[in-house]
């Protein structure tokens, strides 16, 4: 099966800083991986994927992912924080045990950006 | 385009009663998928609708159903409702077209449901 597993449940950052939120996946075959982010009482926003290529994944505001395979890893990191980042974020796998597109997430990390 | 939407935002039901939530996908995507988000549990696939067909479903008992109409609207149901279904219920659409980010789901903000 495939599966994603985030080990920090919480990451505390200073605004200004570079964050990073670990993600390690088990999957066979090549893996098609995600991040999202979660603000409170909304649905889940989209940053960004990797399919294939290039090993560093540029996505949204500002967010990029380093996929390693050697290390299983996919960790989402941003060079400098801002409080506005705070949220849950989640990181995905496809689901490639049947025909559809579903994802299996991993259980989530909170991210503190404090001023 | 308008995003993936919910109906409705909040729902209060009793133990025992069924329930049916809306989605409509976004424009031009004919995937739509259902997830149910947890405290406990995390966020867990329910079902994926493609072409009014299912076409991968999670690991949830009967009692949760759904369907998709012709214009990719989707609908779940939730029957003989338990204290643990409380949750937020999320719909994600996808293009699932070739050059179109098939890939990727969006995700609409979700029915928060209670059960009492």
């Known amino acids: 099966a495939q599966s994603v597993a985030q080990p920090e449940d919480q990451v505390n950052v200073a605004e200004g800083n570079p964050l990073t939120v670990k993600c390690t996946y088990s999957?066979?075959?090549?893996?098609?991986l995600f991040w999202y982010v979660q603000y409170p009482n909304r649905g889940l926003q989209f940053l960004l994927k990797?399919?294939?290529?290039?090993?560093l994944v540029k996505g949204s505001y500002g967010f990029e992912a380093e996929f390693n395979k050697s290390q299983t890893s996919f960790h989402l990191k941003k060079p400098s924080a801002l409080v506005s980042d705070s949220a849950l974020y989640f990181c995905?796998?496809?689901?490639?045990?049947?025909?559809?597109?579903?994802?299996?997430f991993g259980k989530g990390t909170s991210l503190l950006v404090t001023p | 385009k308008a995003g993936v939407t919910q109906t409705p935002r909040y729902l209060i039901k009793t133990r025992g009663q069924q329930v049916t939530l809306s989605c409509s996908p976004i424009?031009?995507?004919?995937?739509v998928s259902w997830y149910q988000q947890t405290p406990g549990q995390g966020l867990q696939f329910l079902f994926e609708?493609?072409?009014?067909?299912?076409?991968n479903k999670g690991n949830f008992p009967g009692r949760f159903s759904g369907r998709q109409f012709s214009n990719s609207r989707s609908e779940m149901n939730v029957s003989t409702l338990e204290l643990g279904d409380s949750a937020l219920y999320l719909c994600?659409?996808?293009?699932?077209?070739?050059?179109?980010?098939?890939?990727?789901?969006?995700f609409g903000p979700g029915t928060r449901l209670t059960v009492t």
């Open positions: 999957v066979s075959g090549n893996p098609y």
């Open positions: 994600a659409s996808s293009s699932r077209r070739a050059g179109l980010s098939p890939y990727e789901q969006y």
């Open positions: 609708y493609f072409s009014e067909t299912q076409r």
């Open positions: 990797y399919i294939t290529g290039d090993n």
């Open positions: 424009s031009g995507h004919r995937s």
């Open positions: 995905a796998v496809r689901d490639m045990s049947g025909s559809g597109y579903a994802l299996n």
